[in-house]
């Protein structure tokens, strides 16, 4: 098992200056680290490989900086949908320069966009199309494409792990995984066991986080109902915290977190890898990767 920690923990943006957080994510327990890139996000790709390499840090890269509404897989003009299939393939590019061994969002549409209408007859075709060409683009690059269900808030087009996997079977690719968030989940889901179940050998990892997107534990989430299903289904891949630090200027608010919920990056990473640490043995998942002991417990 892989325990992550998201770029957003701990910057707004990701940069040269933030390179020193890679030791402190490793140093904390993490084997990967996932980087939100766009148009953006500016910063020396080789320098930061370097030094998530030097820490046997995986990186995994996620299209969370700017990425332009008209570059839409699923958009029903087909140029949209062109021009949407070669900024995803920019990324993807961008990912094999840092050594990345995935791309990860909802790749299928353009998070913020929902068409409040009956969908046309061929969205779901046409996007699923546009995944077949990104798999396959990406897989001869040594990139995995993980697709994230988000909620109604966020897409229209998959707001579930079982949408999600429709979506893969329209796709008919191999290189197309799941990554299920357990925040966004909590709009969609009134049984997350089967949700989880229904991906099998598809699903990629989680992003672990709270109903409020805190630290998980004590929240809404039905943790006993995940970790079932993810041993149910011998699921040993990525666990990523996940969250916005919220003493990071108006960055936190600008994502929509009102709370203050991450003041400390690292503090909410302890918490959260103590408590992803008790469930994976309460349930019988296989251990961290690379994690020592005492690592991630709260003082």
Not at 99 to 110: D, I, K, N, Q
Not at 117 to 127: C, F, S, V
Not at 279 to 293: F, I, K, R, V
Request: one cysteine or more.
């Amino acid at each position: 098992m892989k325990l992550g920690i998201h770029s957003y923990l701990f910057t707004a943006g990701w940069s040269d200056t933030d390179l020193p957080v890679l030791t402190v994510c490793r140093d904390l327990g993490a084997t990967c680290f996932e980087i939100a890139i766009g148009d953006d996000v500016d910063f020396t790709i080789h320098r930061t490989r370097q030094a998530a390499e030097a820490l046997e840090l995986e990186l995994i890269a996620s299209p969370g900086g700017l990425w332009p509404s008209e570059c839409d897989l699923s958009a029903d003009d087909p140029a949209d949908r062109a021009r949407g299939l070669a900024w995803h393939c920019r990324q993807v590019d961008v990912a094999r320069e840092l050594g990345a061994t995935a791309y990860t969002g909802a790749l299928y549409g353009h998070p913020g966009t929902v068409k409040r209408r009956q969908p046309p007859a061929g969205e779901l075709a046409w996007t699923a199309e546009g995944l077949h060409r990104l798999a396959d683009y990406a897989v001869r690059r040594g990139i995995t494409i993980v697709l994230e269900p988000m909620s109604r808030f966020r897409t229209h087009l998959a707001n579930t792990p079982q949408q999600v996997m429709a979506l893969i079977a329209l796709a008919g690719h191999p290189n197309l995984r799941v990554l299920i968030d357990t925040f966004h989940a909590v709009t969609e889901l009134r049984d997350y066991g089967a949700a989880v179940r229904a991906c099998t050998d598809r699903l990629w990892g989680l992003h672990a986080c709270e109903n409020d997107r805190g630290a998980p534990g004590g929240g809404l989430v039905p943790w006993a109902d995940i970790f079932t299903a993810l041993r149910d289904i011998s699921f040993d891949g990525y666990l990523i915290l996940e969250t916005y630090n919220t003493s990071l200027g108006d960055f936190a608010v600008r994502r929509g977190v009102f709370r203050d919920l991450c003041p400390d990056g690292a503090a909410f990473t302890r918490a959260g890898f103590a408590f992803l640490r008790a469930q994976l043995a309460s349930y019988g998942l296989p251990a961290p990767e690379g994690l020592p002991d005492n690592v991630g417990e709260t003082s």
